[in-house]
């Protein structure tokens, strides 16, 4: 079925129209909107999906990378796709995303993420839950954070570039962190007519230890504080980022801010009294397999090898056994060996990320492996709950 349709890279200048026109309807938004959304990716980023011609759909892809044991793994971030209602079911969808994967294969690309709004779809071209986007919740009167070891300064304008730094000092140590994709620093200081950003570094300005920015909203149910992004590096900074949140509670009556389904930051509140108020599961593909194995990082102190068997129906030269060596932090694969561990593809993503153990995918019938391959793979994989920050 897929073969009945034309993929376009990159897309034409004429084509963006039609798409901003279906993604508008796609995402129950304004045309304006859409062509904002567009300039910003670049119209170099997205790519078209025919049908005798006519453009039935597209994809903006997002060329970035993401941190995985202390290490920058080339990685790809797939955003706003989008099939005219009249053409969806047809395999369109199908073929735009199968034509992406392997044009990201021949890019060298090592691994793709994405959020999906339906997961059926992107499980068909090897896609699975990797991590976690989560939003927390906390009233300012329960915070009771009054210690504040250090200054805030004000950062006007609001300039992304001067957080660039820091936010990768975070980065590298952030098992999930996106190495970010200008468009997502852009976004993210962009307001839209009824938003005004705030942003402080946290410490000097010479030598600040954290940031934080964010807005403020007035709701039926109250005044929200978003944290749209923060960094902080120190043990100071952490509490410098409590106390400043908990002196807003005369006008300010929760705080909301982005972070990992396991938060150690609600560590510093005196009570359990942060809750997750949203939680989403993004979705991981390895594109590349020897590449993706060997770009990560592992844990520094583990010296095992383990005996992959990977099948793969869209990317073939995936297909196949596989040997991880990991010594020192560093993974090397070789081709051949025993084949201890099978999977497919799709079941590498969780196990890759930390997501999900060996043990619990076997359980769940996701993989087949002897007891010393499943063991190999809990002390090689194991890390810390995979997040992101950042939606897209």
């Keep these: ?105 021949a890019k060298g690309v090592a691994i793709s993420a994405l959020y999906p709004a339906v997961q059926t779809l992107y499980r068909k071209v090897g896609y699975e839950q990797g991590g976690s986007w989560c939003i927390w919740e906390v009233a300012t009167k329960n915070i009771q954070v009054r210690e504040q070891p250090l200054s805030l300064q004000p950062v006007v304008p609001v300039n992304h570039e001067v957080f660039h730094e820091l936010y990768q000092q975070q980065a590298r140590l952030t098992h999930g962190y996106l190495d970010r994709h200008p468009a997502i620093w852009q976004r993210l200081i962009q307001p839209d007519e009824k938003e005004r950003f705030y942003a402080y570094f946290i410490g000097t300005k010479d030598h600040p230890q954290g940031y934080i920015i964010f807005t403020q909203e007035r709701t039926e149910d109250g005044e929200i504080l978003w944290v749209k992004d923060w960094v902080l590096n120190t043990v100071a900074a952490a509490q410098t980022f409590w106390s400043f949140l908990a002196n807003h509670r005369s006008q300010i009556h929760q705080v909301r801010w982005k972070s990992s389904a396991i938060d150690s930051l609600t560590l510093l509140l005196p009570e359990q009294t942060a809750k997750m108020w949203r939680q989403f599961r993004w979705m991981l593909r390895i594109i590349d397999v020897v590449k993706a194995l060997e770009m990560r990082g592992y844990p520094p102190g583990i010296q095992a090898e383990l005996h992959l068997e990977i099948q793969d129906n869209l990317l073939v030269a995936n297909n196949g056994k596989f040997i991880l060596s990991v010594a020192n932090g560093r993974g090397e694969v070789t081709r051949g060996g025993k084949g201890e561990l099978q999977l497919d593809i799709r079941e590498l993503a969780p196990i890759y990320t930390s997501l999900f153990t060996p043990y619990h995918l076997q359980l769940a019938g996701k993989l087949d492996g002897t007891e010393a391959a499943i063991s190999a793979a809990t002390q090689i994989f194991a890390g810390v709950s995979p997040w992101v920050a950042d939606f897209f």
Excluded at 48 to 65: E, F, K, N, P, Y
Excluded at 69 to 94: D, K, L, N
Excluded at 95 to 102: D, E, G, I, R, V
Aim: glycine fraction near 12%.
């Design 1 to 105: 079925m897929t073969d009945q349709f034309e993929y376009s890279t990159p897309a034409h200048p004429q084509d963006i129209q039609q798409l901003g026109t279906i993604l508008e309807q796609c995402f129950i938004s304004a045309l304006s909107s859409e062509e904002v959304y567009i300039n910003l990716v670049g119209v170099e980023n997205f790519r078209i999906i025919r049908r005798l011609g006519q453009v039935v759909g597209g994809l903006a892809t997002l060329d970035m990378g993401q941190w995985w044991g202390g290490q920058r793994v080339s990685m790809t971030g797939i955003a706003a796709v989008g099939i005219a209602p009249e053409y969806r079911g047809s395999g369109a969808a199908i073929a735009l995303m199968q034509h992406t994967l392997k044009e990201l294969y």
